[in-house]
């Protein structure tokens, strides 16, 4: 089972693995929407704690799907702009098809409860 980080060989089922957790559809679905968060961002937009939107972030940067930047102290998630053309069809294809679903939760404000502003 081959395994690259920069995502061009990327198998097909690393990526539904990633999008069959709800945790981690989400993330994927917050990032697309948004562009760019903190990891305070999810906390306030999933409700969940910082370990556990961290574990699922970790993971999602090893398998390539997303990239991290620091900005003084804190570390901003992005999709990462390598990922296969394909993936990031099926990303967008997957954002499209689930705004029902999403609705509220990419309606959530971030203003004032971030702790990174």
Known sequence: MEKRICGLNMQATTLFKCLSDTTRFELIMLIHHHKT???CDFTTLLELSQPKISRHLAQL??????SDSRKGRWVYYSLNNQLP???QRVINE????SQTELAEL???SL???????
Do not use: D, P
């Not at 203003?111 to 502003?117: A, I, L, M, V």
């Open 37 to 39: 968060l903190c990891v």
């Open 61 to 66: 940067r090893e398998h390539g799907i997303v």
């Open 85 to 87: 053309a394909w993936c």
């Open 94 to 97: 997957t954002y499209e098809a």
């Open 106 to 108: 990419l309606n959530k």
């Open 111 to 117: 203003t004032s409860e971030s702790c990174c502003e």
